[in-house]
Structure formats: structure tokens, C-alpha cells
């Protein structure tokens, strides 16, 4: 037998935190484990071949039956503020940190999903159904195929045994790799106790945001200027994840602080959605019954959150304004990039000031008509040459002509000032880069998951392969670009995962 582990250097430089930040276990393997789907992209990441993914050794590591040579299995502790509210201390309730690997492509840290009861399980079963291990395996290949930063899936195990939801449904476990799990929640643990989060912080920093400790002229080299610059750093980076999430029409569902990654990747994918028809407060968790994480409300939700993030760091000692100063460049930076975003979505050379309103309009036409979200965008680029199909697309022709007047006027602008596209061909091929065709709808995940549950997993395959390259148009898959059928927005998925 040869081992596919041997070649990779596992470290463990979470277990080397204090005792306080985790608890050593092993997962609680399933019975009779079958591995579903492997990802070969997520494999290549850490150095192991298509062929590896498909040994028994690798089914035992990801199944959690045997563990990862050289890893030392833990569950990590952290906290959050759940919808508003203080929740306390939660953790990794289902989860299992398995080691973390060194590879050319950067340090990568395994996780199973769905591995098992913990110390921080509380009243949960350890386990997560087929039907959102499905979702989350498929989610963050979609989001990494859009160049939005988020957790990877390598691996999805499935078995029999009964998990007991609203009904009974079958146990499966995903195999997470991402640079770190650490959540703002992490951080939120140790309030009042400076020691473990200095611990954390010094942990996070020399990590991931080494650039911090470099103070620039003018600047504190101290501790406290770390600090501001590292929130400063993490605010920026959510800043860039919330608007890349808003122009392709993401809700997360669960913006809690203990699901808000401290490197700004999308992270804990439950009842998440990408749009079908458009509604600026459209609300995708069927248990968010407040609209609290609708989608016009993540960018500032996520500010919110950055204060939570932010407020235990306050007792090390760091000023209150000057925290506020770094947390303010937020806001500068979620519209920078919403707004380069939207530029190569409509196909504009630069940002002008009046686009604010042809954007917002834009935003309007598609609410009043409940266009979708996905295909509008991807009309734009042809709508000069076709303008008539492009306002047949709306139940309003009328309101769809005159926003459209506006739009062709603004692209001419930008050609008569000689900015932007060389040519038409160019401009269509660039907007196409930035408008998907494919996005993972919740019908689409919902075939996928009816497929899986019967043990098939080509549709994963076919999703999968459109999703990582969703600006390409594939002749045979039209089904896959098309509207949902009728029905499909009753398709309802909670926090029960
Ligand atoms: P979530 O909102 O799904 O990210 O989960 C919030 C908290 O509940 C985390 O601490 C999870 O580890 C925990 N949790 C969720 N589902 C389960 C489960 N089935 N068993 C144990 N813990 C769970
Ligand atoms: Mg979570």
C-alpha cells in the first residue's frame, strides 16, 4: 500500500496556542463511509494527486476513521454574537481540526464537517445532513470559480446513519481546507482575558497580516499600532468580501460573528443563496424571520461586526478613536470596490459620480420587476447591439427603455472621451468576464443534492464544471443558465443543517 500522505508536511501550529483555545479529540467516524466527491482543484492545493483522492487512505482520513499523519485532531473554542445578541461561548460543535499542511501553495489546515459531538456541541448531535454538506461542498467551489475569497471543499463523505432534523435524513462529512478557520468570534472568546488574546492576536498577525507589525512614518511601532493596523487590515479585506458578495447577488444568511472569517473568506455555508429574481431585501434563511441578514443589509451588518471584533481588543489598552479611525476605512473600501465591481459589470472605463444614480436605477428596475439577478447582468453587454431583446426581457417595457436610454448614453460618453473599450468585441468579451452565466441557484443544489441522495454524483461533476468557470457559455447546458422553473423560489432553506 502506498502511503499519499508521506510526501506532505503537516504541522500543527494551532495545537500550539494555549490549552484553553481547544480541546484534543478525535472525530467520531460514520459508519460504513463512502467517499461521494473529491476534489482534485482542492487537492492539487495541498500536493496530492487525482489518483491519491481516490485511495482508502484518503477516505480514512477524510471520514474521520483514521487521523491525518503528523496532525493532532482538536476542536476549537470560540464565541459570537448570534443575530444581534450575545450568544456566549460556542465553538466547533461538529467540527475537527485534523493538522494543517504546508505546500507550495501556502499552509492549508484541514477541518471535517459533520465529524462528530464535541466539548462545544451543546445540545447538537456533532452531525450534518447529505443535503447541506452538499450545498456547502458545492458553494465554495462556486465562489472560488467567481474569484470571491472563501474556504475550499476537498472531500464529501457520506454514510447511513440517521441524522434527525425535521425529518430523518443520512449523516455525511465535508472535508474544509482554508489558511485558517479563526473566526471574529475567536477573538470575541477572550474578552476580559488579555493574556489568551494577545496569544491570538500574535498568533493572527504573524501569520497572516505580518505587514502590521511594520509601522509606517508617523505611525506607533507599539502593540497598539499593530492592532489598529491589523483591524484596519481584516476591515478591509470584509470590506471587499461584502461587495463582491453584493454584485453577484450572495446573501449568506447567517452573518453571525462566529461565521465572519478573520481573513475576510467566505466561511460556514448553510442557508446561504445566490438570487434568482431580484429584491433588494430579499432574505434567503427561512429562520431569519426578522430580515436581519437580508440582502441589503450584509455590508453593514458586517460593519457591525467588525466591532464586535473590535471591542475585546479595546482592553489591551488600544484607544477607542483610534479603533473607530480603522474600522472607518470600511466604508471607503466597501465602495471602492462595489463600485470597480459594477464598472466592469456595466462595461464603464471609470466610476463617475452620476453612475450612482444610473446605478441605483438599475437596482430599482430590477426590484420592481423582480428581473433576475444573473441574467440581467449578463444581457448588458449585448443590449447596445440588441437593445429591443434586452427590454423584452422586463414585464415594463417602457421602464426598461428608459434606463436603458441612460445606459447607452453613459457607454457612449465613455467612448467619445476615447476611455474604456477598444472595441465592441472587447467590451462584450470583458462584461462577460464579470457577468456569470452560472450561479449556483438553489434548484440547481437542490438536483444535485436529489442526485447525491440516490449516490450519484454527477451532477456535483456537472456543477462543478460550470461553476468553475462561469463566464464561459456551454453549448448543451442551457438548462443550468435558464431562470429557475416556476416554484423553485419556494424552495426553503433554514438554519437546520
Ligand atoms: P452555525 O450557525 O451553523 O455556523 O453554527 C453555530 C454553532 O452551533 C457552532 O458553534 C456550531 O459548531 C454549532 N452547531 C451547529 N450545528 C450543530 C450540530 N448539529 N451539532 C453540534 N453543534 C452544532
Ligand atoms: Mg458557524
Known amino acids: 500500500m502506498t502511503d499519499i500522505f508521506a510526501g506532505l508536511d503537516v504541522v500543527n501550529s494551532y495545537a500550539s496556542l494555549p490549552a484553553a483555545f ?46 491525518l499523519p503528523g496532525g493532532q485532531s482538536l476542536a476549537a473554542v470560540y464565541s459570537g454574537h448570534q443575530f444581534g445578541v450575545w ?44 443535503r447541506s454538506s452538499v450545498r456547502e461542498y458545492l458553494a465554495s467551489e462556486a465562489m472560488a ?80 499600532g499593530t492592532i489598529l493596523r491589523f483591524l484596519q487590515a481584516v476591515a478591509v479585506r470584509t470590506a471587499h468580501l461584502m461587495a463582491d458578495w453584493q454584485t453577484v447577488g450572495f446573501c449568506h444568511g447567517v452573518m453571525n460573528t462566529d461565521n465572519m472569517s478573520i481573513l475576510g473568506l467566505t466561511i460556514d455555508y448553510g442557508p446561504y443563496g445566490f438570487m434568482d429574481a431580484f429584491q433588494v431585501n430579499h432574505v434567503c434563511n427561512h429562520s431569519d424571520t426578522q430580515g436581519r441578514y437580508a440582502w441589503n443589509a450584509q455590508p453593514s451588518v458586517a460593519h457591525w461586526n467588525l466591532y464586535r471584533l473590535a471591542s475585546p481588543l479595546l482592553g489591551l489598552g488600544v484607544d477607542a478613536e483610534g479603533m473607530k479611525a480603522s474600522l472607518r476605512h470600511y466604508e471607503s473600501a466597501f465602495m471602492e470596490r462595489y463600485r470597480s465591481n459594477l464598472c466592469r459589470k456595466l462595461g464603464l472605463a471609470s466610476w463617475r459620480e452620476d453612475d450612482e444614480q444610473l446605478v441605483d436605477d438599475w437596482w430599482q428596475l430590477l ?47 465613455d467612448r467619445l472621451a476615447g476611455d474604456g473599450h477598444s472595441d465592441e468585441a472587447e467590451r462584450i468579451n470583458s462584461m462577460n468576464h464579470a457577468n456569470p452565466i452560472y450561479v449556483l441557484r438553489n434548484h440547481l443544489a437542490e438536483g444535485a443534492i436529489r442526485a447525491a441522495t440516490a449516490g450519484d454524483a454527477s451532477e456535483i461533476d456537472t456543477l462543478l464544471m460550470l461553476l468553475r468557470d462561469p463566464y464561459t457559455l456551454r453549448a448543451g447546458y442551457e438548462a443550468y443558465a435558464a431562470a429557475p422553473p416556476e416554484g423553485a423560489d419556494k424552495l426553503a432553506v433554514s438554519c437546520s443543517s
Open 22 to 67: 481547544y480541546t484534543r479529540l478525535a472525530p467520531q467516524p460514520l459508519t460504513s463511509p463512502r467517499l461521494l466527491h473529491a476534489n482534485p482543484e482542492a487537492g492539487q492545493l495541498l500536493g496530492l494527486s487525482a489518483e491519491a483522492l481516490a485511495t482508502p487512505e484518503f477516505l480514512d482520513v477524510v471520514s474521520g476513521t483514521t487521523p
Open 87 to 130: 450568544a456566549g461561548q460556542l465553538g466547533d460543535g461538529r467540527a475537527h481540526l485534523l493538522g494543517e499542511v504546508v505546500s507550495p501553495s501556502g499552509n492549508w489546515e484541514l477541518q471535517l464537517k459533520g465529524s462528530g459531538r464535541t466539548p462545544y456541541s451543546r445540545m447538537g448531535d456533532g452531525r450534518a445532513v447529505l
Open 367 to 413: 426590484h420592481t420587476q423582480q428581473a433576475d439577478f444573473t441574467l440581467s447582468f449578463r444581457a448588458l453587454a449585448e443590449a447596445p447591439a440588441d437593445p429591443d431583446g434586452f427590454v423584452q426581457r422586463f414585464t415594463d417595457n417602457e421602464a426598461a427603455q428608459k434606463w436603458l436610454t441612460h445606459y447607452l448614453e453613459r457607454i457612449d460618453a
Open 145 to 224: 470559480g467567481l474569484g470571491i475569497p472563501t474556504t475550499r471543499a476537498l472531500a464529501l463523505v457520506v454514510s447511513d446513519d440517521p441524522v434527525y432534523r425535521e425529518t430523518v435524513e443520512t449523516a455525511a462529512v465535508v472535508t474544509r481546507i482554508s489558511p485558517s478557520f479563526v473566526r471574529f468570534g475567536s477573538f470575541e472568546q477572550w474578552y476580559g482575558s488579555p493574556e489568551n488574546l494577545r496569544a491570538l492576536l500574535n498568533y493572527v498577525v504573524d501569520r497572516h497580516y505580518p505587514e502590521c507589525r511594520q509601522a509606517p512614518a508617523g505611525e506607533a511601532s507599539d502593540e497598539e
